[in-house]
C-alpha cells in the first residue's frame, strides 16, 4: 500500500521540469495481529473410520507415540485411525517414524494426513504414506469429488527410505509440501514428487494415521508429532463468551476496510468480535482486511467447538458442515446442502420464491423458506419446523428430510447424536 501518511518526499528537477517523488516505508498488505484468540490448545482426538478399529498410546504429557489399528478383511485405503488435531489455515507437522510392530504387507502403512472432513469420501485431503514392508514412501491426494479414489504421485526416489525417518509437511494456502531427513533431523531432502495442490477449506483435521487392510493389525511408532500454526482451542461451554482480535496493521498506515463473515449472534466493534453461544458445536469466524492499493484481501479463520453439540452420523460416518446443527420446535436443524448431497440427492435453490429442491431419481421436495409446509412429490406435508436461513445458509429439519428420501432416522438424548440409515 502506499498513502501520504507515511512517507518522505523530495523535490527533482529534470528536462526542465519539477515534480515531487514520494517515498514510502513499505508496499505490503495489511497483517492480522499475531495472536487472534488466546486459549489452551485443544487435546488430541483419536477417529477410526468406518470398519477401522484401533486406538493410541500416548506420553505423560499427552502427545501420541503409537497408533494400532486394523479395518475388515476387503476394505480400502480409506479406513484408518487417525489421531488428530485441528488447524486453521497455514501450518507445519513434524514426525519421527521409529517403526512397526510387524513387517507385513503393502496394506498397512502409516501416514500424515490432513483433512478438511472427517468423512473421507466427502473430503478434500493429503496423506504422506510409509509402507511397513518395503520402506517406500507414496504422496496421495484426494478432493471431495472423487468417492473412494485417490491420486497417487509416486517416484522412484521416494522408495528405500528406511526407518528411522523423520517427516515435515507444511501447507501454504493450496499448497502442501513434505521434506524427510533420514539423519535425525540435522538435514531435509525432498523427492521429486513432494508437493501438491488441495483447494481444501481453511479449518483442517491434521495428524498422524495407520491403515491396516486385509484384516491385519500392525502398529506403528513415533515421536515428536508436533504441529505449528493456527490450531482450534480447547472446547467451551455454551454460555460462555469469547473474543477474537481481529485488528490488522498496515505498515503504511493505509486505510483499511474490513470485511466479516460470523455466526449469528456474533458482535463485532472495532475489529474485536465477541460470541457467547447458545448452542453447542463448531463456529466458524473469517474476517478480511484490505486496503485501497491491493486487489487482494489478508483473510483470516478461526474456529471454535462448543461443549454439547449434535452429531449427526450417516451410515455411521460424521457429518461435518460448515454451519454447525441445531434444535428448533423439537427437530434437529442442519444445512440442506450438506445433508441431502451426503444422502445422494441433488440440491438447486430459487431465489425468487426462496425455495430449495432436493432431488432423486424418483423424490423431489420442495421446501420454502419460513413455510410451514412442503411437497414430496407434489404432496403437500405439514412440517413440525420450517426451514430457515442462518449464516447464510438454508437450514432444514434432518428427520423430515431422511423419512422422505426412505430412510430411517433415530436421536439419542444421551449422546445427542443423529443417525440415519
Known amino acids: 500500500g502506499c498513502s501520504p501518511v507515511d512517507k518522505s518526499e523530495k523535490t527533482v528537477t529534470a528536462s526542465g521540469d519539477t515534480r515531487i517523488e514520494y517515498e514510502y516505508k513499505a508496499n505490503a498488505m495489511p497483517e ?35 497408533i494400532t489399528s486394523l479395518c475388515d478383511e476387503g476394505k480400502g485405503n480409506l479406513d484408518k485411525t487417525f489421531v488428530y488435531r485441528e488447524v486453521s489455515g497455514d501450518f507445519k507437522m513434524h514426525v519421527k517414524l521409529t517403526g ?4 507385513a504387507s503393502d496394506k498397512e502403512y502409516f501416514s500424515l494426513l490432513a483433512t478438511d472432513n472427517l468423512d473421507f469420501e466427502t473430503g478434500n485431503f493429503f496423506e504422506l504414506r510409509h509402507f511397513s514392508n518395503n520402506n517406500n514412501i507414496l504422496l496421495v491426494s484426494h ?10 504421485y509416486w517416484a522412484g526416489d521416494m522408495n528405500n527410505k528406511a526407518v528411522p525417518i523423520d517427516f515435515i509437511i507444511e501447507r501454504r494456502g493450496d499448497m502442501i509440501e513434505y521434506w524427510y531427513s533420514l539423519d535425525g533431523g540435522k538435514t531435509y531432502e525432498q523427492t521429486s514428487k513432494a508437493r501438491n495442490e488441495i483447494p481444501a477449506e481453511a479449518p483442517m483435521y491434521v495428524g498422524a494415521a495407520m491403515t491396516c487392510q486385509g484384516n491385519l ?10 504441529i505449528e500454526g493456527n490450531m482450534v482451542g480447547k472446547s467451551i461451554d455454551v454460555g460462555d463468551t469469547v473474543t477474537i482480535d481481529f485488528t490488522a496493521k498496515d ?46 484481501a489478508a483473510e483470516k479463520t478461526i474456529k471454535i467447538n462448543v461443549n454439547g453439540g449434535i452429531t449427526i452420523l450417516i451410515n455411521g460416518t460424521p457429518l461435518t458442515t460448515d454451519v454447525s446443527p441445531y434444535i428448533s420446535n ?92
Not at 499475531?34 to 483419536?46: C, F, S
Not at 478432493?143 to 497417487?152: A, F, L, W
Not at 438447486?348 to 426462496?354: A, F, K, P, R
Request: aromatic share 8%; charged share 30%; with cysteine.
Open 32 to 66: 492480522f495481529s499475531e495472536k487472534i484468540r488466546t486459549t489452551e490448545d485443544a487435546p488430541w482426538q483419536v477417529y477410526n473410520y468406518r470398519s477401522a478399529k484401533g486406538n493410541i498410546t500416548s506420553d505423560d504429557d499427552g502427545n501420541p507415540t503409537s
Open 100 to 103: 512397526f510392530d510387524k513387517t
Open 143 to 152: 478432493d471431495k469429488t472423487q468417492e473412494e479414489s485417490t491420486k497417487s
Open 217 to 226: 493389525e500392525n502398529t506403528a511408532h513415533f515421536e515428536g508429532l508436533t
Open 251 to 296: 505498515a503504511d498506515n493505509d486505510t483499511l476496510t474490513y470485511g466479516y463473515d460470523i455466526p449469528d449472534g456474533a458482535e463485532v466493534n472495532d475489529g474485536i468480535v465477541t460470541f457467547t453461544p447458545s448452542y453447542g458445536g463448531g463456529f466458524i469466524f473469517k474476517a478480511s482486511v484490505k486496503d485501497e492499493y491491493h486487489s487482494t
Open 330 to 421: 423439537d427437530c434437529t436443524l442442519v444445512p440442506i446442502r450438506a445433508v441431502s448431497e451426503r444422502l445422494g440427492a441433488k440440491v438447486s435453490w430459487d431465489e425468487g420464491t426462496e425455495t430449495a429442491f432436493i432431488e432423486t431419481d424418483d423424490i423431489k421436495i420442495e421446501l420454502k423458506k419460513d413455510s410451514a409446509e412442503a411437497k414430496v412429490n407434489g404432496k403437500t406435508v405439514a412440517l413440525e419446523q420450517p426451514a430457515v436461513i442462518t449464516q447464510d445458509r438454508t437450514m432444514v429439519p434432518i428427520r423430515f428430510v431422511a423419512e422422505a428420501l426412505g430412510l430411517k432416522v433415530d436421536w439419542d438424548e444421551a449422546t445427542k447424536t443423529v443417525t440415519v440409515e
